[in-house]
């Protein structure tokens, strides 16, 4: 199956500092990539869509100009926490959209990256 | 609206016992995928398996049997003879089928397999 890396996997910065994850899709090129972010012993919560060339779509509550996207590139998607404090600890977690066959269809699936830690002093 | 339910927040069982961990669903599409998913302590989330909506069949992998039932909405996960390399959280999953733009995850079951 496709591969999605994530980088860096574990990272911890101090308050006021801006943090830049990568999610790389290693053997596909993905038009669109998905942000996800857990808090601990909870779910996966949606993020934004990222698609390539274009603005990220946020969900509702999800601050723009707190969680930066680029997806600059089909293969590459960075999420900069801005101003970084540590309500903002969390596993964050990307996926990326690649085409399968499934049957006689072709189909949209996503896969999703290893996840990066992040810690906030 | 979409929405995934899985009540059981965690499940501590003994090796060799077997435990079935539940997902019901809501959604108002005709057309839609379920996904069990595992997630062990390092994060990382395991596919497990992806079921559509058309295909009720259950479906047997090894110690894993997935029991799909449109008529409750539910799409429950066995494992037979629990082992102790099973402890980790499980999370079920709804997305659009052909159009993967979002997932729906549970809130997901924490399984305790005790050797």
């Known amino acids: 199956g496709a591969v999605v890396s994530q980088h860096p996997s574990r990272v911890i910065c101090k308050s006021g500092t801006s943090v830049k994850i990568e999610c790389r899709s290693l053997?596909?090129?993905?038009?669109?990539m998905f942000w996800y972010r857990q808090f601990p012993k909870q779910s996966l919560m949606l993020m934004a869509t990222s698609n390539e060339g274009s603005k990220a779509t946020y969900e509702q509550g999800v601050e723009k100009d707190k969680f930066l996207i680029n997806h600059a590139s089909l293969t590459l998607s960075t999420l900069t926490v801005t101003s970084a404090h540590p309500e903002d600890s969390s596993f964050y977690i990307c996926?990326?959209?690649?085409?399968?066959?499934?049957?006689?269809?072709?189909?949209?699936?996503?896969?999703f990256g290893p996840g990066t830690r992040l810690t906030v002093l | 609206a979409q929405k995934v339910t899985q009540a059981q927040t965690e499940i501590s069982v003994v090796e060799k016992e077997d435990v079935t961990l539940d997902c019901v669903y809501e959604t108002r599409d005709t057309t839609y995928y379920l996904f069990w998913y595992k997630q062990p302590p390092s994060g990382e989330l395991v596919f497990l398996i992806r079921?559509?909506?058309?295909?009720?069949q259950n479906e047997i992998s090894g110690r894993y049997s997935w029991n799909f039932q449109k008529s409750t909405s539910s799409f429950n996960f066995t494992i037979t003879a629990s082992q102790v390399v099973d402890s980790a959280v499980y999370f079920c999953a709804l997305s659009e089928a052909y159009n993967f733009n979002k997932f729906y995850f549970g809130s997901g079951t924490k399984l305790n397999v005790k050797p």
């Open positions: 053997d596909f090129q993905a038009t669109t």
């Open positions: 079921r559509n909506s058309f295909d009720e």
């Open positions: 996926s990326a959209r690649d085409y399968v066959l499934g049957g006689d269809r072709v189909l949209n699936e996503q896969f």
